[in-house]
C-alpha cells in the first residue's frame, strides 16, 4: 500500500465520512495530500552526500467558505498529513531539519474547493545538556493552548544555580525523539528517532511509547501508555521531563 493510500485509509477510518459530508465542494484532502508530496519533490535540495533537504513547514491556503467548515477537523487533518510527509520522505530519502508542521490558512482571492501549498525550512526546538534551544527562525509559541497549560520542564544546570525550561505542549500531537523531525528534538544516543509521543485527548494528557529501544519511563515505571498528571517526571534514555498542568478552578 502507498503513501497516499494508507492516508486515504486513516482519514476513513477517523472520520467514516465525516469529512465528505462536511465538504460540499470538490475539494478533497487526498489532493492536499499528493500537493504536499510534490511540493517536497520539487523543493528537494541535496545540502551534503547522501542528504537531501525538503520543507518542513507547509501551509495549505484554502477559501473562507472551506476554513470555516474545516475548523472541526483541522487539528486531525493537519497530524494525518504530517504522517504522510513523514512516511513520503522516508521513502523517498528526504532528509527534515525541523518538525513537519501542516497547517490551514482562509485566501480570499480562492474559491471553493480550490487550494494551494506553499512551503518552507524551519528548524525545531532541541534539548540538550539540558537546555531547550529554540533558534530564531522556528515559528512563534501559539498562545491559545489547552486547559491547565500542560507543559513539560527541562532542568539543568548554570553558573549561579539551577534552572527550568519550558516548552509548552500547545498542539494536539507531540513527538519526542532524537529525529530532526520531532516536535522536541533529544540529543541523546539512549533515545529512539521516533521514541515517544504526547497527544491531548478530550482534555487528557497521555503519553505513548512509540516501540522505542530503550523504553519509556514515568515515575520510574515503565509505560506503553498513560495518562500524565501533574508532577509526573518521563524519562527518555538518560533525559528527564517534567509534566505540568495547573490545576482547574
Known amino acids: 500500500m502507498g503513501v497516499l493510500q494508507r492516508f486515504e485509509s486513516r482519514l476513513q477510518e477517523m472520520y467514516d465520512g465525516g469529512f465528505a459530508r462536511v465538504f460540499k465542494s470538490d475539494l478533497q484532502p487526498t489532493e492536499i495530500a499528493g500537493a504536499v508530496q510534490r511540493e517536497m519533490d520539487d523543493r528537494a535540495a541535496i545540502v551534503a552526500q547522501g542528504r537531501t533537504l525538503v520543507p518542513?513547514?507547509?501551509?495549505?491556503?484554502?477559501?473562507?467558505?472551506?476554513?470555516?467548515?474545516?475548523?472541526?477537523?483541522?487539528?486531525?487533518?493537519?497530524?494525518?498529513?504530517?504522517?504522510?510527509?513523514?512516511?513520503?520522505?522516508?521513502?523517498?530519502?528526504?532528509?527534515?531539519?525541523?518538525?513537519?508542521?501542516i497547517r490551514f490558512e482562509p485566501a480570499p482571492d480562492l474559491a471553493v474547493g480550490t487550494f494551494r501549498v506553499r512551503s518552507g525550512v524551519i528548524r525545531g526546538t532541541t534539548v540538550e545538556d539540558g537546555e531547550i534551544r529554540r533558534p530564531a527562525s522556528d515559528l512563534p509559541v501559539?498562545?491559545?493552548?489547552?486547559?491547565?497549560?500542560?507543559?513539560?520542564l527541562v532542568s539543568g544546570s548554570e553558573p549561579g544555580g539551577a534552572t527550568s525550561r519550558t516548552f509548552p505542549l500547545t498542539s494536539p500531537l507531540t513527538i519526542l525523539g532524537r529525529g530532526t523531525d520531532c516536535d522536541l528534538r533529544l540529543v541523546d544516543q539512549g533515545v529512539s528517532r521516533h521514541h515517544a509521543e504526547i497527544r491531548v485527548e478530550d482534555g487528557d494528557v497521555v503519553l505513548v511509547d512509540l516501540g522505542s529501544t530503550n523504553g519509556t519511563f514515568v515515575n520510574g515505571q515503565p509505560i506503553r501508555r498513560v495518562s500524565l498528571t501533574d508532577g509526573a517526571r518521563v524519562t527518555l534514555g538518560r533525559t528527564t521531563l517534567v509534566f505540568r498542568r495547573d490545576p482547574a478552578y
Open 56 to 101: 518542513n513547514d507547509f501551509v495549505a491556503e484554502i477559501s473562507q467558505a472551506d476554513f470555516d467548515r474545516l475548523q472541526v477537523f483541522a487539528d486531525n487533518l493537519g497530524i494525518e498529513l504530517a504522517t504522510l510527509a513523514r512516511e513520503h520522505a522516508r521513502e523517498q530519502g528526504y532528509s527534515f531539519v525541523g518538525p513537519v508542521r
Open 142 to 152: 501559539p498562545q491559545q493552548g489547552f486547559p491547565g497549560s500542560p507543559r513539560l
